[in-house]
């Protein structure tokens, strides 16, 4: 596993014009479960659909319509919570959580409020190199999303796209642990990763698939440590949630202007109304959207259609032993079998795909060469022409062939880009392309010895200076590739420069 220092939360200090205060934050997490059909009808789950064309007579509330549970979307919810380290209970229940909405055509949601299927766990977030925190998991339960409603159509109403309700959802609930702007979007972001690699949730939150409800609210110095002791809620401040977030970006910025709004407010006397608010990414700021209800508002009660799901622990464990390895393992691993720093094995773990990739190049391989090229000159190539690991021009066998042939001596570095660049936009067999293009390093020392020999022999000057600053030799090792082509191997024109030198 990896080797971290775990930290206690370390709060984003905000100077008043009085006061010093300290931030607390708590997310709601709402991931779209990865599942072909919803969470109570067989209807298709798939985006990009016409307006209503993904929709069952249970979605659509139609009389007599009786919800059906969908068993994968359980064991999603299941193989999250095992994920994040959390506890699973074997019985759960839904219940019906009633507001009236234009989008939710039964008047009211089907959740789980007072027996969720998963219990506590935990997300750990890596805030520097060996340095972690962790944020505490509350609960995660199964729900049902709602429709979409759609106002710029038409200047003189409303359109409800009905393709979205009933779309299974994991309501993903942490402690108020987190203690900054940048805390929250690294919890985001390390929630994200984990359930992508669990396959669970695509995390696509330029869609809505990933979305948060972020709490925020401010208290003096010394007050979280109270609540610690306690667990009173009061020492922490009123809260207001900012809702449907779906950017890290955008996450922070809201964080943050929450917070000074709050204490603009409590230092000039006021107090806080405890609201729901949205964040205006062009304005930059939160706005009141309505005021905060309680579990009582909702009038919950359990969902008579709806038998408690038990499960049994065989299951679990089946699950359980199905499991894929998961982001800080596979850092761990990255870092032991390649020998990777830290910084580029979060690099190469970020997305599954890219580990993936990453991993088939540096099989058998030096794993630090192999890592410099795919962070380096991969990545960089692909974010510069906008193109995702999965549509790589170059394939993970023919980079890692091209190594080959550069651990070998065959090809020197320079070569090794060029031979890139060609592989890169024609394609072929690293090989059969070098030998075509007559990219073969130069090995004939007899050579490499003679164009170094009339060097030495034409510049004592500069063999002077050399002698006296090791650092110039440099420059017969330049001179000698010149000759060459850039084809004999630089390593060893610098190691003869040395010999030859006395360095």
């Given at each position: 596993m990896l080797d971290l220092t775990y930290e206690a939360p370390k709060p984003k200090v905000i100077a008043g014009a009085k006061h010093d205060w300290e931030l607390v934050i708590g997310m709601e997490i709402h991931a779209q479960v990865s599942s072909n059909a919803k969470l109570f009808s067989g209807a298709s789950t798939a985006v990009g659909a016409e307006p209503n064309s993904n929709v069952s007579f249970v979605d659509c509330a139609m009389p007599g319509m009786l919800p059906v549970i969908n068993e994968y979307c359980v064991e999603q919810a299941v193989r999250s919570g095992l994920g994040l380290k959390a506890a699973i209970n074997l019985r759960s229940a839904?219940?019906?959580?009633?507001?009236?909405?234009?989008?939710?055509?039964?008047?009211?949601?089907?959740?789980?409020?007072?027996?969720?299927?998963?219990?506590?766990?935990?997300?750990?977030v890596e805030m520097g190199p060996g340095v972690a925190r962790l944020v505490r998991i509350e609960r995660i339960h199964l729900e049902q999303d709602a429709g979409k409603s759609i106002h710029d159509m038409d200047p003189n109403m409303s359109f409800v796209d009905f393709n979205r309700t009933g779309v299974a959802l994991m309501e993903i609930v942490s402690r108020p642990d987190i203690r900054g702007p940048e805390e929250a979007a690294a919890y985001v972001s390390k929630l994200r990763q984990i359930l992508r690699y669990l396959g669970t949730c695509d995390g696509n939150m330029q869609n809505g698939n990933l979305r948060a409800d972020v709490n925020v609210s401010v208290c003096r110095p010394g007050q979280y440590e109270k609540y610690q002791e306690t667990q009173?809620?009061?020492?922490?401040?009123?809260?207001?949630?900012?809702?449907?977030?779906?950017?890290?970006?955008?996450?922070?910025?809201?964080?943050?202007?929450?917070?000074?709004?709050?204490?603009?407010?409590?230092?000039?006397?006021?107090?806080?109304?405890?609201?729901?608010?949205?964040?205006?990414?062009?304005?930059?700021?939160?706005?009141?959207?309505?005021?905060?209800?309680?579990?009582?508002?909702?009038?919950?009660?359990?969902?008579?259609?709806?038998?408690?799901?038990?499960?049994?622990?065989?299951?679990?464990?089946?699950?359980?032993?199905?499991?894929p390895e998961l982001p800080d393992a596979k850092k761990a691993r990255f870092m032991g079998d390649f020998g990777l720093t830290d910084y580029d094995a979060n690099v190469l773990t970020?997305?599954?795909?890219?580990?993936?990739?990453?991993?088939?190049?540096?099989?058998?391989?030096?794993?630090?060469?192999?890592?410099?090229?795919?962070?380096?000159?991969?990545?960089?190539?692909?974010?510069?022409?906008?193109?995702?690991?999965?549509?790589?021009?170059?394939?993970?066998?023919?980079?890692?062939?091209?190594?080959?042939?550069?651990?070998?001596?065959?090809?020197?570095?320079?070569?090794?880009?060029?031979?890139?660049?060609?592989?890169?936009?024609?394609?072929?067999?690293?090989?059969?392309?070098?030998?075509?293009?007559?990219?073969?390093?130069?090995?004939?020392?007899?050579?490499?010895?003679?164009?170094?020999?009339?060097?030495?022999?034409?510049?004592?000057?500069?063999?002077?200076?050399?002698?006296?600053?090791?650092?110039?030799?440099?420059?017969?090792?330049?001179?000698?590739?010149?000759?060459?082509?850039?084809?004999?191997?630089?390593?060893?024109?610098?190691?003869?420069?040395?010999?030859?030198?006395?360095?």
């Open positions: 839904f219940d019906r959580k009633n507001y009236f909405y234009p989008d939710l055509p039964q008047g009211y949601q089907i959740s789980q409020l007072y027996h969720p299927i998963v219990g506590e766990g935990e997300v750990l009173d809620f009061s020492h922490l401040g009123t809260r207001c949630e900012i809702k449907n977030m779906n950017s890290l970006r955008f996450i922070q910025a809201a964080i943050d202007y929450e917070a000074r709004r709050q204490i603009a407010i409590l230092e000039d006397g006021g107090s806080i109304t405890q609201e729901t608010r949205l964040y205006d990414p062009d304005k930059g700021e939160t706005r009141s959207m309505r005021s905060k209800e309680e579990a009582h508002d909702y009038r919950y009660f359990p969902c008579p259609d709806l038998l408690p799901l038990e499960i049994e622990q065989a299951w679990v464990d089946d699950i359980a032993a199905r499991m970020a997305e599954l795909d890219s580990a993936a990739f990453f991993e088939a190049v540096a099989q058998g391989r030096d794993g630090k060469l192999a890592a410099n090229w795919v962070i380096n000159e991969l990545f960089g190539r692909l974010n510069k022409e906008g193109h995702a690991i999965g549509d790589s021009p170059v394939s993970a066998a023919q980079l890692g062939g091209m190594l080959d042939l550069l651990s070998k001596g065959d090809i020197t570095s320079k070569m090794a880009k060029d031979l890139f660049e060609i592989l890169w936009t024609e394609g072929g067999d690293p090989a059969e392309v070098a030998a075509a293009r007559g990219m073969k390093a130069v090995t004939d020392t007899g050579a490499i010895e003679k164009a170094l020999d009339d060097l030495i022999a034409a510049n004592p000057a500069q063999v002077e200076k050399a002698k006296v600053n090791a650092k110039l030799a440099g420059w017969f090792t330049g001179q000698v590739l010149k000759a060459t082509g850039g084809k004999a191997n630089p390593a060893v024109v610098n190691e003869m420069v040395a010999k030859k030198l006395g360095l």
